[in-house]
Nanobody, 121 residues
Framework: QVRLAESGGGLVQPGGSLTLSCAAS????????MAWHRQAPGKQRELVAR???????KYDDSVKGRFTISRHNAENTLTLQMNSLRPEDTAVYYC???????????????WGQGTQVTVSS
């Protein structure tokens, strides 16, 4: 099995910063894309940012210029640096990873349990 452990959430004032981290462990041969999703109360889960194994990134328009996604392939870790936070960024943030678990597979998408980010004065 594969486990994704998120950390770094919390309460921050508008305009502040937080850094989320995610560590993947378990039966991992290779990780393809990794991403951060979020779900605000009463809303659907949405993709925040994605990064390929080669380092290409993609961001939701709402976070472009404020959030930075990065990964450390050798350590199987993922980071989301969040700056200029807004109340509308309040949500549970989830780490995801597209994991190949052996030379011939299987390949599965795994989710972490989530970490709460609250932006409020």
């Amino acid at each position: 099995q594969v486990r994704l452990a998120e950390s770094g959430g919390g309460l921050v004032q508008p305009g502040g910063s937080l850094t989320l981290s995610c560590a993947a462990s378990g039966e991992i041969y290779r990780i393809n894309d990794m991403a951060w999703h979020r779900q605000a109360p009463g809303k659907q889960r949405e993709l925040v940012a994605r990064v390929t194994a080669g380092g290409r990134t993609k961001y939701d328009d709402s976070v472009k210029g404020r959030f930075t996604i990065s990964r450390h392939n050798a350590e199987n870790t993922l980071t989301l640096q969040m700056n200029s936070l807004r109340p509308e960024d309040t949500a549970v943030y989830y780490c995801t990873a597209d994991v190949v678990q052996g030379l011939w597979g299987p390949r599965n998408n795994f989710w972490g349990q989530g970490t709460q980010v609250t932006v409020s004065s």
